[in-house]
Every structure is written in C-alpha cells, then in structure tokens.
C-alpha cells in the first residue's frame, strides 16, 4: 500500500548505504522518474532530461564520478537530473504549439486576449529574455529592466545567469516530485550534489549545454544507512507568518 504525501515525506531520508541483496523494480522506478516529469516548471519550459542508469557497468563508473560517496557505491540504480537550458527554443516551440493546436485551427481573428498573450508569450517573450550572446545582451536586459523597475513592478532576472538558476530551480522540483514518488512505495533514495560533472557528462555523453543538476542514489535502505537522526533547525526559526 502506497505512503500518503505526508508520510512519503516524513519517510524519505538520504540513504547512504542500500541492501546488497535486494533489487529495484526498474519499471517502479520509471513510473516515479515519469512523476517528476509533473512537477512545476517556469514557464512550462521544462528544460530538464533524467538519466535512469541501470546497466551495472555504468554505475560502477559513476562512483568514482561521484567521489566514492557510499550513496553511489551501494546504489542499485542511479538517476541523473539534467538541466537543458540550451533546449528553451525546441521547448518554448513546443508550448506555441500546443496551444495553437487546442485552439482547434480557429483563425487569429477570433482568438481571445488571453490566447493572444499565450502565443505571444511562447514566441516573443521566452525569446526575449532567453537570447544572449557571450552575456553581453543579458546585462544590457538586465540594465533596462533595472530602470524600468524604478517606475513599476519588473522581472528582473534576466542574465545568462539568472536563466540557469531558473532552470535548475525547476529542475530541484522534479528531482523532489522524484524522491517522494520513490519513498510513496518504498524505496529509497540520496540526493548527490557532490560529483565530478565533467566525469558524469562524458559517461552518459552529454553535449555542452547540458548541466547536471544532481544524481540520486536509489536503492532500500540498509539499518546502516541512516547516519543519525533528523535534525532540523527549529520551525519558528524558519516561519515567519505576515
């Protein structure tokens, strides 16, 4: 029987050492990859790809790749959560599209306000702020925006910079939507930030644009794999109600 949200969150730890003996339901861990696929994402660009590695001989690679953690030596399979804000035109050309396509082929001439700004969105807007060269044309959006934040409420990220948090803040929701959907049935997981990137691009042959994001240990939960117990910084430290 599957753990409700709030049991699936309140048993999800970072696993570092998983049972030796005991194996993943592959298509299980697919379903959970494809729930991450429904996660929130800016401007539903959703500029990320997920590696499920499975093959053994590539998650041997993977643990020098990530430091020799435990979390990637004992890990039965691995997933890598890859930012692609490199793909924001095929994405953005995706949206235009699909909205088009529910419009059921109505002419201009009758599409709504809304529709108009949809459309508009996808196809001058995303291209605006996402256009860049060498950084240059960033700081110069990010100098006009700044003035016109003088005058009114403006979006005001909109370096180079700026659109790669964008796209690995996004990309942090998926992996989250990810980790729960894992510990709803069971398993288990352990997030890893620490991994030479260069090394996990080249194994899973990666171009240029491609960031990684994290990679997660997967696997059940060894009694050893637990480190301690859950500190959190007190919640009236942290919540603050306006």
């Not at 950084?135 to 700044?146: E, N, P, R």
């Not at 003088?150 to 990810?178: C, E, W």
């Amino acid at each position: 029987m599957e753990k409700t949200v709030s049991e699936a969150i309140n048993y999800r730890r970072s696993i570092r050492i998983f049972k030796e003996d005991i194996e993943l339901d592959t298509e299980k861990v697919r379903t959970c990859i494809h729930n991450a696929t429904l996660a929130p994402t800016s401007s539903n660009l959703q500029l990320w790809e997920f590696y499920h590695i499975v093959d053994n001989i590539i998650l041997k690679k993977m643990v020098p790749a990530c430091l020799g953690q435990n979390a990637a030596k004992y890990s039965k399979q691995m997933v890598v959560v890859v930012t692609r804000k490199d793909l924001w035109r095929k994405r953005a050309k995706a949206n235009a599209t699909f909205i088009k396509s529910s419009l059921n082929n109505k002419p201009k001439i009758e599409y709504t306000k809304r529709e108009k700004f949809a459309l508009a969105y996808y196809t001058k807007l995303i291209p605006a702020v996402y256009t860049d060269f060498l950084g240059i044309l960033g700081w110069v959006k990010y100098t006009v925006f700044q003035v016109a934040g003088l005058l009114k409420p403006t979006y005001r990220q909109v370096r180079n910079s700026d659109m790669r948090i964008v796209a690995h803040k996004s990309a942090g929701l998926a992996a989250q939507n990810f980790m729960i959907s894992m510990a709803s049935i069971g398993y288990d997981t352990c997030p890893m930030e620490g991994s030479d990137t260069l090394r996990v691009k080249k194994l899973l042959g990666l171009p240029i644009g491609a960031e990684i994001n994290m990679v997660i240990g997967c696997g059940i939960r060894d009694e050893k794999g637990i480190y301690g117990e859950r500190f959190r910084i007190p919640f009236e430290e942290v919540y603050f109600k306006v």
